[in-house]
Antibody, heavy 118, light 107 residues
Framework: VQLQESGPGLVKSSQTLSLTCTVS??????????WNWIRQHPGKGLEWIGD???????YYNSSLKSRLTISADTSQNQFSLKLNSVTAADTAVYFC???????????WGQGTLVTVSS | EIMLTQSPGTLSVSPGERVTLSCRAS??????LAWYQQKPGQAPRLLIY???TRATAIPARFSGSGSGTEFTLTISNLQSEDFGVYYC?????????FGPGTKVDIK
């Protein structure tokens, strides 16, 4: 399985950050897997954002829940992230990642840097 | 949120040495802990899950131990390709959380 993020690398403050993850080599509808977004602020650690299950249920980090939507398009074997009302604090590398159940994460996409500008 | 603390923050070692990294949880996570390696400019790579089970294709020189709140990742006979940042992650509580990382670099 391979995952690849795509989307704008630059987003203006107060607007919506939108990213898509294309999955190849496996189906996002496969039972037992969850499809995650994880971010890493520049030079910092890792923050779990949220996930969507193989059956379409979503689970969000409560710290981002009010601004966050994760969705899936099974026909395209993709899942997406939308984060509203972004600020400079949302500048980070965003990774899409397969979750083994809602447990550990493997594999990871290469990551994409999203910069929020004023 | 479960806080994970990793020590040391940075470790300078020579190839061939044995390395022990620590991860401590603010409350018990049972054995629901994973370890990842990240190299500059790359995504993290899963090394260990279930506190002690090596992921597919991970060399036997990597081993994990612990349960509850205290965990250890040991790298025996450190190789040049093992340098990078190591993160622990718990999946016993919501939200899933990561430690701040231990950087392993060349002495």
């Amino acid at each position: 399985v391979q995952l690849q993020e795509s989307g704008p690398g630059l987003v203006k403050s107060s607007q919506t950050l939108s990213l898509t993850c294309t999955v190849s080599g496996g189906s996002i509808s496969s039972s037992g897997y969850y499809w995650n977004w994880i971010r890493q602020h520049p030079g910092k650690g890792l923050e779990w954002i949220g996930d969507i299950s193989f059956s379409g249920y979503t689970y969000y980090n409560s710290s981002l829940k009010s601004r966050l939507t994760i969705s899936a398009d099974t026909s395209q074997n993709q899942f997406s992230l939308k984060l509203n009302s972004v600020t400079a604090a949302d500048t980070a590398v965003y990774f899409c990642v397969r979750g083994i159940g809602q447990n550990w994460f493997d594999p990871w996409g290469q990551g994409t840097l999203v910069t929020v500008s004023s | 949120e479960i806080m994970l603390t990793q020590s040391p923050g940075t470790l300078s070692v020579s190839p061939g040495e044995r390395v022990t990294l620590s991860c401590r949880a603010s409350q018990s996570v049972s054995s629901n802990l994973a370890w990842y390696q990240q190299k500059p400019g790359q995504a993290p790579r899963l090394l260990i899950y279930g506190a002690s089970t090596r992921a597919t294709a991970i060399p036997a020189r990597f081993s994990g131990s612990g349960s509850g709140t205290e965990f250890t990742l040991t790298i025996s006979n450190l190789q040049s390709e093992d340098f990078g940042v190591y993160y622990c992650q718990q999946y016993n509580h919501w939200p899933r959380s990561f430690g701040p990382g231990t950087k392993v670099d060349i002495k």
